[in-house]
């Protein structure tokens, strides 16, 4: 039997990151995956394929309505080939995947396939090709999420599907029904609209992207309304039918008025949940909560001393980078150090065009908290950059506290402002002041230059350009 410092079960972005971690602190690593191909569901089925889709169709929505305003004329007509975009969002996700059996080999950490379940709170049964045991000093948990569904739902995979299916469509839909106007329905939806599909979204809360700044839900809300995706906002889903190749999606709105939405595919994006199907985790006598999630405290730590927990598995937002810090973590208290997270200042990002990117408190937070602050904010039609690309939609928000003028929340709509939150996340984890930045050299013409303009709202209400 193969013994190990460390095993890790579940190859996402979490499990691949702390496995790697490990290996680099001097600890003997292994990493259990019950599919073929490491990197669990951002690299198979969510973030990467999801992005390569949403850029593949923004240049094809580019072509069809942009080229020609820049003077670019392109003979002919412009055609869509659906075949050749779904073969290369693949193409994309089999070499992500490749890079991390490089990073295993480069590390020096043995890869095992099959699904692994816990014999007790030392070893690890594997069921792949053949069956096998391993032991480990120290085990982490990492097996992911899965996508929610409704009770009343059945996913048949072909017409009432979710986002997995989406990504691997062998056409374009003629009328796609989102039930849920969270990121993955937006991000999904906002693709199919590019390609041609009618697009209704079906939300039961009262706006949009609801756990970020309201602003940003009315701004995204506005941009893709001209985009022409529908909006169907307090709408709760109690029916959804498929006859043939038709689907109907029956809700009741805000009247307590029974509505239906007829299209060919439904898509449900109603969030996911924690994935430990198969684990057996009973049989280590690791708790697991009434939703599903692996309990643990502030060291990522389970009940079991040397069980550890991680990602979407556990509380809290189910983000890539979250999980990536939450392995670090782990692996670091293992090898003895003392590192820490702060929840607050992971970013969380929607990858429709224009982008949506938030750290740190929301107004509605605050206001709820008794905190007294400031707000400033800037339109990104403002900005020479803006106009020149033509990404004149959106705006930055900075919120700084009243008295002390430190940054508490950053909230941006625009183009490319998923890479600029990098920046506010760098400002708040050193406690900068909304001054701070707005005395910070900004180059122009950039669409950083908001962040610069907000800061000067939020701090003296004096941007210069508008």
């Given at each position: 039997m193969s013994t190990y410092?460390?095993?890790?079960?579940?190859?996402?972005?979490?499990?691949?990151?702390?496995?790697?971690?490990?290996?680099?602190?001097?600890?003997?690593?292994?990493?259990?995956?019950?599919?073929?191909?490491?990197?669990?569901?951002?690299?198979?089925?969510?973030?990467?394929?999801?992005?390569?889709?949403?850029?593949?169709?923004?240049?094809?929505?580019?072509?069809?309505?942009?080229?020609?305003?820049?003077?670019?004329?392109?003979?002919?007509?412009?055609?869509?080939?659906?075949?050749?975009?779904i073969e290369r969002k693949s193409a994309v996700?089999?070499?992500?995947?490749?890079?991390?059996?490089?990073?295993?080999?480069?590390?020096?950490?043995?890869?095992?396939?099959?699904?692994?379940?816990?014999?007790?709170?030392?070893h690890i049964e594997i069921a792949g090709d053949k069956k096998q045991t391993i032991e480990a000093k120290n085990i982490i948990i990492a097996t992911g999420s899965k996508p929610s569904t409704l009770p009343f739902i059945t996913i048949d995979k072909e017409r009432i599907i979710t986002s997995t299916e989406a990504l691997s469509l062998t056409e374009v839909p003629k009328h796609m029904?989102?039930?849920?106007?969270?990121?993955?329905?937006?991000?999904?939806?906002?693709?199919y609209r590019r390609l041609g599909a009618e697009v209704s979204v079906v939300e039961y809360m009262d706006r949009i992207i609801p756990t970020m700044d309201s602003a940003q839900s009315k701004e995204l809300m506005k941009v893709m309304?001209?985009?022409?995706?529908?909006?169907?906002?307090?709408?709760?889903?109690?029916?959804?039918?498929?006859?043939?190749?038709?689907?109907?999606?029956?809700?009741?709105?805000?009247?307590n008025n029974e509505v239906s939405f007829t299209?060919?595919?439904?898509?449900?994006?109603?969030?996911?949940?924690?994935?430990?199907?198969?684990?057996?985790?009973?049989?280590?006598?690791?708790?697991?909560?009434?939703?599903?999630?692996?309990?643990?405290?502030?060291?990522?730590?389970?009940?079991?001393?040397?069980?550890?927990?991680?990602?979407?598995?556990?509380r809290g937002a189910?983000?890539?980078?979250?999980?990536?810090?939450?392995?670090?973590?782990?692996?670091?208290?293992?090898?003895?150090?003392?590192?820490?997270?702060?929840?607050?200042?992971?970013?969380g990002v929607v990858y429709t065009w224009p982008e949506v990117a938030s750290v740190g408190k929301t107004e509605e937070q605050l206001k709820e908290a008794g905190v007294e602050y400031k707000s400033g904010q800037f339109p990104?039609?403002?900005?020479?950059?803006s106009r020149a690309?033509?990404?004149?939609?959106?705006?930055?928000?900075?919120?700084?506290d009243a008295k002390t003028d430190e940054v508490l929340g950053v909230h941006m709509v625009g183009a490319r402002v998923a890479d600029l939150i990098t920046e506010a996340v760098t400002a708040m984890e050193f406690r900068a002041s909304a001054e701070d930045i707005a005395r910070m050299s900004h180059a122009h013409p950039t669409y950083a230059e908001a962040v610069k303009e907000a800061a000067l709202a939020a701090t003296e209400n004096r941007p210069l350009h508008i």
């Open positions: 410092d460390v095993a890790v079960i579940g190859s996402g972005p979490g499990g691949y990151v702390a496995a790697i971690r490990c290996a680099q602190l001097g600890m003997k690593t292994a990493i259990i995956e019950k599919y073929n191909t490491l990197g669990g569901t951002c690299l198979n089925v969510g973030c990467i394929p999801s992005k390569a889709l949403l850029d593949s169709s923004h240049h094809y929505e580019d072509a069809l309505k942009h080229f020609e305003e820049h003077g670019i004329e392109i003979p002919g007509e412009i055609k869509l080939n659906f075949k050749k975009m996700v089999d070499q992500t995947t490749k890079g991390i059996d490089f990073l295993m080999n480069k590390n020096k950490i043995d890869v095992y396939t099959g699904l692994g379940s816990f014999k007790d709170a030392t029904i989102v039930i849920g106007g969270g990121v993955i329905g937006l991000e999904l939806g906002q693709v309304k001209k985009q022409g995706v529908k909006f169907y906002l307090s709408h709760k889903v109690s029916a959804v039918e498929r006859k043939k190749n038709e689907v109907t999606v029956t809700a009741t709105d805000k009247k299209g060919d595919y439904c898509l449900v994006s109603v969030g996911r949940r924690p994935y430990t199907d198969g684990l057996k985790a009973e049989n280590a006598g690791v708790k697991v909560n009434e939703r599903g999630q692996i309990e643990v405290n502030d060291h990522l730590q389970t009940n079991i001393p040397n069980i550890y927990a991680i990602g979407d598995v556990i189910m983000l890539a980078h979250k999980a990536e810090e939450e392995g670090v973590l782990v692996a670091e208290i293992l090898a003895g150090q003392k590192p820490h997270i702060d929840y607050n200042l992971i970013p990104m039609r403002a900005l020479g950059r690309s033509g990404d004149t939609d959106g705006f930055v928000k900075i919120l700084s």
